[in-house]
């Protein structure tokens, strides 16, 4: 255990997370993602929720702020205006963790597979709400 960190992180997240460059984006999502498929890294966080991994992300991840939406979500049903529970949950929980406002990138649902080519990681959750799938970039840290 380590003081101040969020147990969640294990060594093997951390790494991936402190590896990444500004820019680099992470996905984060649920069970049904076939996260092999995109051909990068895949971190198990196992029986956890979409929710509690980005909680422990984001309190050390800084979200990229050269861009007007560092967070970006799946698109439910066809519809960019719609937006599920959890969605709203997580741009809410973004948005405090950044002490900043927030919108949401929307991608449509095949468009989030042929992006997922493009990430740095994939951490995989076994969160059952469905369009749980989010891409952020990492920010800088000025201080």
Do not use: W
């Amino acid at each position: 255990m380590l003081k101040g960190i969020d147990p969640l992180l294990s060594g093997e997240l951390l790494k991936v997370l402190d590896d990444m460059g500004h820019g680099d984006q992470l996905l984060l999502c649920d069970r049904n993602y076939p996260a092999v498929a995109s051909g990068r890294p895949v971190v198990r966080l196992g029986e956890v929720s979409v929710l509690r991994a980005a909680r422990a992300i984001f309190s050390v991840l800084p979200l990229d702020s050269f861009i007007s939406h560092p967070l970006e979500r799946m698109e439910v049903n066809d519809d960019p205006s719609t937006t599920t529970p959890l969605q709203n949950e997580l741009l809410a929980l973004a948005s405090k963790a950044e002490s900043r406002s927030l919108e949401y990138g929307v991608i449509p649902r095949l468009d989030l597979y042929s992006r997922a080519k493009s990430v740095f990681a994939v951490v995989h959750t076994l969160e059952a709400q469905p369009y749980g799938c989010f891409i952020f970039p990492k920010g800088v840290i000025f201080d």
